[in-house]
């Protein structure tokens, strides 16, 4: 499997933005489409966004389209998930992850999973 590690997150104000990166070592990333995830306190693990493993396709929830992109860098071992215009519904641990399965946003198909970093907006 590949080993994952979320960094970015924070503190910030409604319709303010950060970056999240995902920093993948062990397995060969590119072999992987990667996914973004969230949990809220009390509330289930929820799709995000996702996108292949070239990075040729992407698919939003419908809550952050428009306002979050994701995006890779295959040569660094890296993902990125940028979001704009936050809101206080935002507020979550975000957790990125890897699946074989590129057309997959269901949780239980994502086999590597990074430690989450938290995100909190305030309003």
């Known amino acids: 499997q590949v080993r994952l590690v979320e960094s970015g997150g924070g503190l910030v104000q409604a319709g303010g933005s950060l970056r999240l990166s995902c920093a993948a070592s062990?397995?060969?990333?590119?072999?992987?489409?990667m996914g973004w995830f969230r949990q809220a306190p009390g509330k289930e693990r929820e799709f995000v966004a996702r996108?292949?493993?070239?990075?040729?396709?992407?698919y939003y929830a419908d809550s952050v389209k428009g306002r979050f992109t994701i995006s890779r860098d295959n040569a660094k071992n890296t993902g990125y998930l940028q979001m704009s215009s936050l809101k206080s519904e935002d507020t979550a641990i975000y957790y990125c992850?890897?699946?074989?399965?590129?057309?997959?946003?269901?949780?239980?198909?994502?086999?590597?999973w990074g430690q989450g970093t938290q995100v909190t907006v305030s309003s």
């Open positions: 996108i292949t493993w070239s990075g040729g396709s992407t």
């Open positions: 992850a890897a699946t074989y399965y590129s057309g997959s946003f269901y949780v239980k198909d994502f086999t590597s």
């Open positions: 062990g397995r060969t990333f590119s072999w992987y489409a």
